[in-house]
């Protein structure tokens, strides 16, 4: 009879266990398929990054880990997504740094970027650049300024309102007293078709979307956008240097969220194992070959470059005087 009571009690205390918490209490996790939601359609570079940790996955977690492209509305529409999904750690989020950017851009935003979310990993950084369509005559960014400014409302694209390549224009317009005009896309890959085709001008964007088309001469890089130099091309000064304005940069990284309430257990976990993906030298050859800085930092180290990147975008924000939509 004792011992029949001690197993009630114990399976009662097991049942009131949260589900968040349970991988903690050792109950086997993950149990079915994960998904990795991706801000941005296929083809672009946090996709290839989606799926490349996604096919690191599998073989660890022992679940098929599958990626979902859910673009639009600046990411909103998959970001909404994640955080209304169980805290269960099966639904992650994969997104740049205008998941906290969108702050700046969107009014009564559905979600607060720090609050829903639990940050799992930065697992990259991108350099971004300047480029227009080769037929532009311009060579170097003071030839661009002065194009610019004796042909008032030249277009831009971006992939989507509050990405970085929006952020980075209005910088841009703001700094050097340009008018230019923002063509937001669903995401990076519709902007390099506009662009070679001439329905814009000049974008600054992500190195890896755009180094193809450089290296075929359909592109003209005329400065990176980073605060210094991209080994990747190593002779193109940056903005702030080719066009004489200190302070300007913009450069994007790409992390790894869950909803909000997933146990630290889960939580700490997927970061190990996603670091472990990121840093294993094919996959961190691939990345490099493509532009992309691989990473791969603690949940405690990306919460703190998330909290610096709002501190940013309302500074870049305020200069350019951008308000929420």
Known sequence: MFTR???ITGALAVLSIPAGNAFAQGTAWPTRPIHIVVTQPPGGGNDAIARLIASG?????GEPVVVDNKPGAGGNIATVYVAKQPADGNTLLLT????????????NLPYDPIKDFEPISQVSS?????VVNAGLPVKSMKEFLAYARSHPGLSYGSA???QPHHTAGELLKSMAHIDVVHVPYKGAAGVVPALLSGEIVFTIGAINSLLPHIRSGKLRVLAAAGSKRTP???DVPTIAEAADLPGYEMTSWAGVLAPAGTSKSIVDRLSTEINRVIRDPQVSAKLTAM???PIGTSPERFMEVMKAQLVQYAKITKEANIRPE
């Open 5 to 7: 009571r001690l197993f």
């Open 57 to 61: 996955l599998q073989p660890v977690l």
């Open 96 to 107: 740049p740094s205008s998941h906290v950017g969108n702050v700046y851009f969107f009014k």
């Open 126 to 130: 991108t350099p971004f650049i300047f």
């Open 160 to 162: 989507g309102i509050g």
């Open 232 to 234: 990747l091309l190593p």
């Open 291 to 293: 532009g992309i800085e």
